[in-house]
């Protein structure tokens, strides 16, 4: 089993920037990949950023609604994500879950975290 402690999730005006940071610990043999999801109320969860075991700028895929306006990083290190958010909208209102793609000794696993609440004012 695998923890992930998400912070930095708050409240901000529109136009304004968060910063997310996702910190596992556990039984982690090797990392595939790290990612942010969202959910707003009434919809699915939809990928935000996924980040994958290199950490370069191009191993980071987007969604089309943040790009330009968010950046995911790795700190693999301290088994570590962030996002960085930048000119937040009101849209991006949403709780936001960390995803981490890893091996364990058991096998392959997929886990999340609880969620950290990003909401935006008009």
């Known amino acids: 089993q695998v923890q992930l402690v998400e912070s930095g999730g708050g409240l901000v005006q529109a136009g304004g920037s968060l910063r997310l940071s996702c910190a596992a610990s556990?039984?982690?043999?090797?990392?595939?990949?790290m990612g942010w999801y969202r959910q707003a109320p009434g919809n699915q969860r939809e990928l935000v950023a996924t980040?994958?075991?290199?950490?370069?700028?191009?191993?980071?895929d987007y969604a089309d609604s943040v790009k330009g306006r968010f950046t995911i990083s790795r700190d693999n290190a301290k088994n570590t994500v962030y996002l960085q958010m930048n000119s937040l909208e009101p849209e991006d209102t949403a709780v936001y879950y960390c995803?981490?793609?890893?091996?364990?000794?058991?096998?392959?696993?997929?886990?999340w975290g609880q969620g950290t609440q990003v909401t935006v004012s008009s």
């Open positions: 995803k981490i793609d890893y091996w364990a000794y058991g096998g392959p696993r997929i886990d």
């Open positions: 556990g039984s982690i043999v090797r990392i595939n990949a």
């Open positions: 980040i994958t075991t290199g950490g370069r700028v191009s191993d980071a």
